[in-house]
């Protein structure tokens, strides 16, 4: 035994084999201030609600059911939020078309569906169990982008030059109808590796080559932001793999050019309607990440590694050295995301109003940056939908700025909340997991140094826990080896010894 190790309690694990995991999911969004089952009015409010829906004759309402339509996410996803289209024009420009699900025409502002989803702001995926923010019957149904149904979209049309930059952008009301529900793995492989479509592709006419032209003109956004200063970010997600309700693994999900296509496609979508609100003098919601406070330690991680920052911050200058190390060090660059994400501080909603500037979106080096493109997921995006409505109409805002103020600030706290919920379960069900392996030692990285302690994350498997030994004189981005000392899932405790650090 280490010098380190010396007086450390005896390994323990509590409760671990008596947990019911979905109990406790939904103990824990009590607990957070969350509702997690619909009331009664919410159910009969559902219960009215048309079969389908109805093309109407209003011609503001464009029909686009006849383009190549497909959406892209996770293979068991049945919330969509968005489709996409894209053409190449003769000269040389590229034509986006991102179809968002118009969650308003079957949520009204005040409606009990509303009220549940004001509440809770945000769906909360527990990895145990889903939270909807919305009943299923909208969010896996009526406002669901699913294949092969006419729905109802907000549309946001989009001209991409050559350079990345939006050229023009209009927004308008459409029916749409999916024509091709892909995943993540499926595309993103095929598009890693080149060759042969997959099948689900190859079997329906024009599909590889649209979603190759969607490739390239994330490429193209991609450069752009690049230039601009956006971080690029890699941060490793883990979810519960169960089986009869009981926790067999932690997965993790993985980037691929499939999930950098749709996020690079949704960021400009945002900006759009972020810009289009701006120019029509509309208050809008936005999405900001403040300049770092921790800056001079971000330089001092950065003098860790050998490069050198400014000591003022300039999102150019880290930029620059996240794509360094990411080149230098794909395998390891998660762990450094990690520790810069930390350090920059988490993301909030606040009110623009037209003719002010807000404090912008560090990371992605943007001003005019919000959420509007998963109405069913995130309640931001809905009353952002509410907004394009009124402003397309030539009406007055449905929101004061007062109701604005308070929707953001409730918004940013259940986002925090949703966060905490998620990160808890994850802990529980990581700790039911690793109940087994008491007085093992692993490698990980610190993430948070705190009045409450320090914590760490293990490289693998990807779980968090707290240094409660030998902590002192640790900070976030140190590399550490920790034995594990005790687990208590009922508390979500995964307490660790230091070891030594690298």
Request: charged residues 25%; contains cysteine.
């Amino acid at each position: 035994m280490t010098k380190e190790l010396q007086g450390t309690p005896t390994p323990t694990a509590n409760n671990a084999g008596r947990i019911d995991l979905k109990a406790r999911a939904h103990s824990e969004m009590e607990t957070a201030g969350f509702i997690p089952d619909f009331e009664p009015a919410v159910v009969k409010e559902v219960a009215s609600l048309p079969a389908q829906i109805r093309i109407p004759d209003n011609k503001s309402v464009r029909d686009m059911r006849s383009l190549l339509w497909s959406s892209i996410d996770n293979p068991d996803s049945k919330d969509l939020d968005q489709l996409e289209y894209a053409e190449q024009l003769a000269d040389g420009n590229s034509r986006l078309i991102i179809a968002i699900a118009d969650v308003d025409f079957f949520a009204d502002k005040g409606s009990a569906i509303d009220n549940h989803a004001a509440i809770n702001t945000t769906s909360v995926y527990t990895g145990i169990i889903t939270y909807p923010m919305l009943p299923n019957e909208l969010s896996f149904d009526l406002t669901s982008l699913i294949a092969d149904q006419d729905r109802r979209a907000m549309i946001i049309d989009l001209v991409i030059d050559k350079t990345g930059t939006t050229k023009q952008s209009t927004i308008y009301e459409g029916i749409v109808r999916n024509k091709a529900k892909l995943d993540y793995i499926t595309v993103g492989n095929w598009l890693e590796q080149g060759g042969q479509a997959p099948d689900k592709i190859a079997s329906i006419s024009g599909l590889a080559e649209q979603l190759l032209l969607q490739n390239d003109i994330k490429t193209r956004i991609y450069n752009n932001r690049v230039e601009q200063g956006s971080l690029y970010l890699h941060t490793i997600e883990a979810i519960p793999v169960m089986s009869n309700d009981k926790i067999m693994d932690l997965e993790v999900v993985e980037d691929n050019p499939a999930r950098e296509l749709i996020e690079n496609i949704m960021i400009a979508g945002n900006i759009s309607v972020s810009r289009f609100l701006e120019e029509k003098k509309f208050p809008s919601i936005r999405r900001v990440v403040k300049t770092p406070e921790r800056w001079s330690r971000i330089v001092e991680v950065a003098k860790s590694y050998g490069a050198s920052l400014p000591d003022q911050p300039d999102v150019r200058a880290l930029a620059k050295f996240l794509l360094d190390r990411r080149d230098a060090a794909p395998d390891v660059f998660p762990d450094l995301s990690l520790t810069i994400v930390k350090l920059l501080g988490r993301g909030e909603y606040t009110v623009d109003v037209p003719g002010q500037k807000d404090e912008g979106h560090f990371s992605l080096a943007v001003h005019e940056y919000t959420h509007a493109t998963a109405p069913n997921r995130r309640y931001p995006d809905l009353i952002m939908q509410r907004l394009l409505k009124a402003a397309l109409a030539g009406t007055p805002s449905p929101y004061s700025l007062d109701e604005l103020n308070k929707i953001t600030a409730h918004c940013t706290v259940q986002e925090d909340a949703a966060n905490k919920v998620e990160r808890t379960m994850r802990k529980v069900a990581a700790a039911v997991l690793l109940s087994k392996h008491l007085g093992e030692i692993y490698s990980g990285i610190i993430t948070g140094v705190t009045d409450g302690g320090t914590f760490l994350r293990l490289f693998k498997p990807p779980v968090e826990g707290k240094i409660v030994q030998g902590e002192k004189g640790l900070d976030i981005g140190d590399k550490v080896k920790v034995k594990l000392v005790s687990v208590d899932a009922e508390q979500a405790f995964i307490d660790f010894a230091f070891v030594s650090k690298g």
